[in-house]
């Protein structure tokens, strides 16, 4: 007990735990801290709506696909150097795209989750999910630009596979009105 005294706990501890040092303020962090970030890698926390989030059945060590959906987007052609001419001088096109949904990070860990408390039955009840993920510095600044921009979701991968690849879509036109156009 004297190894405890004026020590603050970094996680809950329950009763009849044993309380390793490395849970401790001041104690040893393990590699990777108490989440376990990959060397080079950040953590990263968002919260989405309950089926946006998984629906209450992704857990801590799992995998995940994350998906982002883009709607009123447009391109802009022309050069960087067009772009930042003073104001009245750029010569540029600015071009609408359709909606689409892309595969933003294929495979990404989760270090940390918090789901919707369960129902009186014992299912995912309603509710915000809030994911931590274990990303590269490139996936952190995607998912964040894509928080702001477009509407995420999360799928659960199975265990030990991983995420796909797969070019953006937009939902085809004749799955929207229900026959062939």
Known sequence: TDELRNQTTTTAILANE???????????????GRLGISPG???????EDGPQGGGGVIARGDSVT?????????????????LVKPKGTAISEKQDLPDF?????????????TNPPLDENGNPGEGDVTLTLDLTPEDAQNLVFAQENATVWFGL??????GTQIPAST??????IGKKA
Do not use: M
């Not at 401790?24 to 590699?31: I, K, P, R, V």
């Not at 994350?66 to 391109?75: D, E, H, I, K, L």
């Not at 052609?77 to 067009?82: D, I, Q, S």
């Not at 991968?157 to 991983?162: A, G, K």
């Open 66 to 82: 994350v998906y982002a959906t883009f709607t009123q987007s447009s391109v802009i052609r022309g050069t960087l150097k067009e």
């Open 171 to 176: 939902v085809p036109l004749d799955l929207l």
């Open 101 to 113: 949904t892309l595969t933003l990070i294929p495979t990404v860990r989760v270090l940390a989750i």
């Open 157 to 162: 991968l199975p265990p030990n596979e991983e």
């Open 18 to 32: 044993q309380i390793p040092t490395s849970r401790l303020s001041g104690g040893a962090q393990t590699e990777g």
């Open 41 to 47: 890698h950040v953590a990263v926390t968002v919260k």
